[in-house]
């Protein structure tokens, strides 16, 4: 498919999308108080870890509401547009169901990633821009156009990794039988790197999460680029890490579609 295909298909299930929520308004809205509370949980969970320390790994207050907001913005970008298609591909595999996608004259992987656009989280990726803005009105750098722009193409980078380690996960059951471990393992490791700067780990940890499993780089490196620390080094690294784990996405998705076995076979 094309492009401009694509495009008509990605508009065409939003448009789909937005009819169902607007037919089940009280579900609708239940999604936007329920993020908006966990939004404001996260803040005051900040707000009493930090509100006594000076600086955490070189960062000080203000940085690291800067990152705490980075961290929401990547996270509700997450929710709104591929997380609950991309949840269900387990159960899909599982149950059988992937065959009705299989056999649809679009990507699959392309429809399961943007069947179940959640527009409830819309709200939350405001609220996450007003928590960047009020960190920054307090920060003491200068705002320049190179500022803006490299920081929203690394968090749309972070966006992509992101997407690419939810989807590697939830592709292992073409392979084997449960991965729950697995999807619980992830939960747990992008909570403790989205709470705190992947600037604080070092040895076998840094290895971890900066490479094989890079959830501390997605908040940090943007944050680090937007106020100014972050080398050149670090900013090529990040593109190859991305890139990588891209390539290696999609490659164990024609994989695991090749080994899938039917429910009509």
């Not at 392979?175 to 709470?195: D, H, M, P, W, Y």
């Not at 050149?232 to 024609?254: A, E, H």
Request: positive net charge; contains cysteine.
């Amino acid at each position: 498919m094309t492009i401009t295909k694509h495009c008509k298909v990605l508009f065409m299930l939003f448009k789909m999308k937005l009819s169902k929520n607007m037919a089940f308004r009280f579900s609708f809205f239940g999604v936007c108080f329920v993020d908006g509370s966990l939004f404001l949980i996260q803040l005051l969970m900040f707000s009493s870890i930090y509100s006594q320390v000076g600086n955490i790994g070189g960062w000080d207050k203000q940085e690291m509401l800067f990152f705490i907001g980075t961290f929401s913005l990547i996270n509700a970008l997450n929710m709104a547009i591929y997380f609950f298609g991309i949840i269900t591909i387990p159960n899909k595999i599982k149950s059988g169901e992937l065959d009705l996608y299989i056999t649809k004259p679009i990507n699959t992987l392309f429809h399961l990633t943007f069947e179940s656009i959640d527009l409830g989280s819309v709200p939350l990726i405001f609220a996450s821009i007003g928590i960047l803005g009020y960190a920054v009105s307090g920060m003491s750098i200068q705002i320049t156009a190179v500022n803006i722009i490299g920081y929203s193409f690394l968090v749309i980078l972070m966006l992509l990794l992101y997407y690419d380690l939810m989807v590697i996960l939830r592709t292992l059951p073409f392979f084997v039988i449960q991965a729950n471990s697995l999807e619980r393992l992830e939960g747990e490791l992008a909570t403790l790197c989205f709470k705190i700067p992947g600037t604080l780990f070092k040895g076998a940890f840094k290895v971890l999460f900066y490479l094989i499993l890079p959830y501390g780089i997605m908040a940090t490196v943007p944050t680090q680029f937007f106020i100014g620390t972050l080398t050149p080094l670090g900013f090529l690294y990040s593109i190859c890490v991305v890139g990588g784990f891209t390539l290696f996405t999609l490659l164990l998705w024609k994989s695991g579609l090749k080994f899938y076995k039917s429910a009509s076979s």
